[in-house]
């Protein structure tokens, strides 16, 4: 113990302080003076200086045998806390690498930049989060408009984009997503059937499992989780993309050439999703009702022509109708909700991480808040 | 050095001594970046090895290679820094992960470091708030934060104005002369090269390997390869050859 402590005091950096006069002191500095040895704290140092009314400090680092930035950390606070004193400071003595770091590090003033960790009084952050929320819905109108405004120049033939680009989006958010809505449809309609099949079991009216698993689907779930696939998988890459092209200046180089973002980089998004979804809702509808004919045929024993009959007898032509129009309508607040992120993205890598976050979030919140409004609206009209 | 098949460079040999400003040249697309992706250990060569101090750096297992690169600090071409962190965070996190300094300590060599390229007051602001320049100079910081023995600078006055590219040589210049480290800069900017550098190597597009080593002035004045006198003074020589040709 006794040897490594000896040893440890060997490595160590050293401070000793030598009055050469009764307001001078010289600060020996000595060992090796690297941060990795740990540093000595000048507090101790300075409170003497300060006892003792010293008026002039020298530096002797002859017996430094190395150094690194914790001695220039050091010596910086040293020099800032003598000036404050009204030490008078004599950096000759430093070795000359130090001098000059000083220097360096002393040349350009420390700005003021008025920045403080303070938190805002609570009345100020109300009245911030409510100026930044209508100053966002007003954004977002103002972007519903000029994308309608893009559309009516789609209708009109005068809209300024690649139809490969279009062609691109389109494959990307329909063939390419087929996987995944197989995937969710089918257990989304296996699972209905299940939890209807236990129900209706009691009451020996299994048959009714085709019912509740058609009329589902077709009408809800079939479009509100298509929607839901496709804000997370597509609308978060409309706002990731967009974002990064707001990064890198692609959108401004649109802007100065006079192309409008909107035409060029939010209609076709647009026009893809609205042909889109609706395809992928009737192929939702279809593989979910596929689901429950799994469980319909293979647990309740069921005939599948029995089960076929019973599906198309309780789905009507307006349920399918209204799970095609919803979608329609999904497909462009999934759109938007994703272009809209993209374009309002900050231009940093963080910011564009926000951006797809909110886009999934808005698209989920709007979705789901319309499906209500379809739900009572339908309802009141005697659908 | 190679992409799949298609060779950049090859037969590069040469040595980079303790304490010297070292400076890779060559146009654009000779490989210059390339080269330093391989010296700073981003990017093995097809063949070939780094050698730091007599140790192979492409030889040794990959904790050797991790304790190399603690040696090196790179300062990339437009800063590179964390867009999610503060200025202040971005240089203190090499020294939160690798020194054990309390955390008050870490700030003090923070603003130091930030001080030095001339950003003292700005430990607060994120690296979209601020200006090109500051964002470079901030990768400057950061790349010395572990007080490393060789600091590479990929094309460290690219988009900066002749004002502030000066500084940034200056700097080079003078924490080369105080740290008594060594510096390894590509560029291709002249008023720099003839300002820096000590020593330089030229790399070649057309004919794909270096063809020039030594210091830019010498070489200016008595290289013997036409491509690198004209580089180096501009395509004058090229004009005058062309010029006496008619």
């Known amino acids: 113990m006794v040897v490594a402590r000896t040893d440890a005091a060997v490595s160590a950096a050293t401070l000793a302080v030598h009055h050469d006069s009764s307001d001078g002191a010289v600060l020996e500095l000595a060992g090796p003076w690297q941060s990795q040895h740990g540093l000595a704290e000048p507090s101790g140092l300075l409170d003497e200086l300060r006892s003792r009314a010293i008026r002039h400090v020298a530096f002797d680092a002859r017996q430094i045998t190395a150094w690194d930035s914790g001695l220039v950390t050091f010596v910086l606070r040293v020099l800032r806390e003598a000036a404050q004193l009204g030490i008078d400071a004599d950096r000759a003595g430093l070795p000359e690498g130090v001098q000059r770091l000083v220097a360096l590090a002393e040349a350009v003033p420390e700005r003021q930049t008025g920045r403080s960790d303070a938190r805002p009084p609570w009345l100020a952050r109300i009245g911030a989060s409510t100026i930044a929320t209508a100053r966002a819905s007003s954004e977002g109108l103002a972007f519903l408009g000029e994308s309608l405004l893009a559309f009516g120049a789609f209708l009109r033939g005068r809209a300024r984009f690649r139809g490969s680009d279009l062609l691109v989006v389109i494959q990307d958010c329909g063939p390419r997503a087929l996987g995944i809505v197989t995937l969710i449809s089918f257990l989304i309609g296996l699972i209905l059937a299940f939890v209807g099949a236990v129900q209706l079991q009691q009451f020996g009216a299994s048959i009714f499992v085709a019912n509740l698993v058609a009329i589902a689907m077709t009408r809800e779930i079939g479009c509100i989780m298509t929607a839901i696939v496709m804000s997370g998988r597509t609308g978060a890459a409309f706002a990731a993309q967009l974002g990064t092209m707001n990064t890198n200046q692609e959108i401004d180089a649109l802007a100065t050439l006079g192309i409008s973002p909107m035409e060029f980089l939010v209609l076709p998004r647009m026009l893809a999703l609205i042909a889109m979804m609706p395809l992928l809702t009737v192929y939702a509808d279809l593989v979910g009702i596929l689901g429950g004919a799994v469980v319909g045929i293979g647990m309740l024993g069921l005939g599948p022509m029995q089960y076929l009959e019973q599906t198309r007898d309780a789905v009507h032509a307006s349920d399918f109708l209204i799970g095609i129009a919803k979608s329609v309508v999904f497909g462009v607040i999934v759109a938007l909700a994703g272009c809209l992120r993209g374009m309002q993205s900050g231009r940093s890598a963080s910011a564009v991480g926000l951006a797809a976050t909110s886009a999934v979030v808005t698209s989920i919140v709007l979705l789901i808040v319309l499906d209500g409004m379809f739900a009572v609206i339908l309802n009141v009209l005697g659908f | ?246």
């Open chain 2, 1 to 246: 050095m190679a992409y799949g098949s298609y060779v950049i460079q090859r037969d590069l040999d040469f040595v980079i001594r303790r304490g010297e400003v070292f400076v890779i040249m060559g146009g654009s697309g000779s490989g210059k970046s390339t080269l330093l992706n391989h010296m700073v250990g981003l990017k093995q060569p097809a063949r070939g090895d780094v050698v730091y101090d007599g140790e192979s750096f492409w030889g040794s297992p990959p904790e050797t290679q991790d304790e190399l690169r603690r040696r090196l600090g790179v300062s990339f071409q437009a800063g590179a820094l964390w867009s999610s962190m503060t200025l202040a965070e971005n240089v203190g996190l090499p020294l939160q992960t690798f020194t054990r300094l309390p955390a008050r300590q870490i700030s003090e060599i923070v603003s130091l470091k930030l001080a030095l390229v001339g950003l003292a007051g700005y430990e607060e602001f994120y690296p979209s708030e601020v200006s090109g320049g500051m964002l470079k100079r901030a990768g400057v910081a950061r790349a010395m934060a572990l007080d490393p023995d060789i600091l590479f600078f990929d094309e460290p006055s690219a988009g900066l104005d002749p004002i502030s590219s000066r500084r940034l040589d200056d700097l080079i210049l003078e924490l080369r002369d105080s740290l008594g480290a060594t510096m390894v800069v590509v560029t291709h900017e002249l008023p720099s090269i003839f300002t820096i550098a000590d020593n330089s190597v030229f790399l070649d597009g057309e004919t794909r390997t270096m063809i020039a080593y030594g210091n830019p002035k010498t070489l200016r004045d008595e290289s013997p390869n036409p491509t690198v006198r004209t580089f180096l003074r501009r395509g004058a020589v090229d004009a005058a050859a062309r010029g006496a040709a008619v």
